[in-house]
């Protein structure tokens, strides 16, 4: 739901209230899967790039991850 849509929302109508609730979940998921991403943009200073080759792309993503799930292991 677009922001805006969801200002206009009547929070005292049944239904305008869950789809309310229903926003809000939404929005708290996409905040815990966007930061992690986040993170790893920043670290690798989110530029675009050539096209490397399928094999090349995949080897560097997967080292990027291997990487980034030691960092979350290391902070827990």
Excluded: W
Excluded at 41 to 63: E, P
């Amino acid at each position: 739901m677009r922001p805006g849509k969801r200002r206009k929302l009547d929070l005292r109508d049944s239904l305008d209230a869950i789809y309310g609730q229903i926003e809000r979940l939404k929005a708290g998921i996409r905040a815990k899967v966007e930061h992690p991403f986040r993170v790893f943009k920043r670290q690798f200073s989110y530029t675009k790039t050539r096209y490397r080759g399928l094999r090349k792309n995949t080897v560097i993503l997967a080292a990027s991850l291997t990487i980034r799930t030691a960092q979350i292991a290391s902070c827990q």
